[in-house]
């Protein structure tokens, strides 16, 4: 349920309704806005009747949520969820969308990923993608430098001041990659994995939720709501295509209309993976302008240095030379740089 104070409520209000709601098994967050403070309760309404909690001192409403992802629905917050980090770059709400770009795997020729990083930061991203440690089908595939890559990726954020988002796969590694890492990404195919959720959900650091490739969009945010619940408010979620009938012309489908349904529904930011839910590099420009127009927070896509003999999904990375057409695109989309004015000017 949802307990909306009263615009004067003091302090001593809250933390009595706070206690209440805890004493009665509820488990809470509060969200404090700049006229309102929200309480977040999640729990057992059966336990307690709602009218005994209109009833305290400094409370203004209370609303049952209908939805099973209590703290990811917008009716638990008043406003969108902005995820700040050390550099001032922000996603989310009505923030300009960032694009997160890299390798699908971090591999042993260093130059070639501080290439891309250096093309990255030049055409204004925000972001170096990389996989250290990489989930494959075979386990005769490449599975990733592990934290030799994270060094490798650390090293290019400090020579171009990009902040890095790498995946995490098993609750082990998450100290590790937490030392390295500005955003820890949860794959698709762990988007249920809920010990690890449940880990994430214990740390400070953001955490990107990649939908599984069958998950349905309430399955989406209730995987979400297994780390909120567990204390990081701090979740990205990203849509990267789901699995359907025709496999022919693109590797998953990419559910365009998720993106506005789950700014709808959620608070939570959402960014989009063109690379992954198509598995084309020509789909990767007209599919992320369908994500940004249709309201994406931003875009990750893959970037190689050589990707006709990259180690991992070389088929829906981009060049270079590509990267730098396509983000030129985007960064039109986006308003973020005028490039015919910055040429008259040169």
Do not use: W
């Amino acid at each position: 349920m949802i307990v909306v104070m009263e615009p004067g409520a003091s302090e001593a209000q809250i933390e009595r309704v706070s206690e209440y709601l805890v004493k009665h098994g509820f488990k809470i967050n509060l969200n404090r806005g700049d006229v309102l403070t929200v309480i977040a309760a999640i729990g057992d309404k059966r336990l307690i009747n709602p009218h005994s909690i209109s009833s305290l001192e400094g409370v203004h409403d209370v609303k049952l949520i209908q939805e099973p992802y209590k703290m990811a629905s917008k009716n638990a917050k008043d406003k969108d969820t902005i995820i700040e980090f050390k550099n001032g770059v922000k996603i989310g709400g009505d923030a300009k969308p960032v694009l997160m770009v890299g390798p699908c795997s971090v591999e042993k020729d260093y130059e070639g990923l501080l290439k891309v990083a250096i093309a990255a930061k030049e055409m204004g991203c925000q972001f170096l993608r990389g996989g250290a440690f990489k989930p494959r089908t075979s386990p005769y595939d490449f599975q990733g430098l592990e934290e030799k890559g994270l060094q490798y990726l650390a090293k290019a954020s400090k020579e171009t001041g990009l902040l890095v988002v790498t995946e995490v796969m098993d609750t082990l590694d998450i100290p590790l990659i937490s030392k390295y890492a500005d955003i820890l990404q949860v794959g698709a195919r762990n988007m249920q994995n809920f010990k690890l959720l449940k880990a994430l959900g214990k740390i400070k650091k953001p955490v990107m939720l990649k939908r599984g490739p069958a998950a349905t969009i309430k399955e989406f945010l209730l995987a979400a709501e297994h780390i909120m619940y567990n204390g990081n408010q701090n979740v990205i979620l990203c849509e990267r295509g789901i699995k359907s009938i025709d496999s022919d012309f693109t590797r998953n489908t990419l559910d365009i209309a998720a993106i506005p349904i789950i700014r709808k529904y959620s608070h939570l930011p959402i960014v989009v993976d063109p690379s992954h839910g198509t598995g084309r590099r020509y789909l990767i420009e007209p599919m992320g302008k369908a994500a940004l127009i249709a309201g994406a927070h931003g875009l990750m896509f893959e970037v190689h240095h050589d990707p006709d003999n990259a180690s991992s999904d070389g088929a829906q990375s981009l060049s270079i030379e590509q990267f730098r057409e396509v983000a030129k695109s985007f960064n039109k989309l986006i308003g973020r740089i005028d490039y015919d004015n910055r040429n008259s000017k040169n």
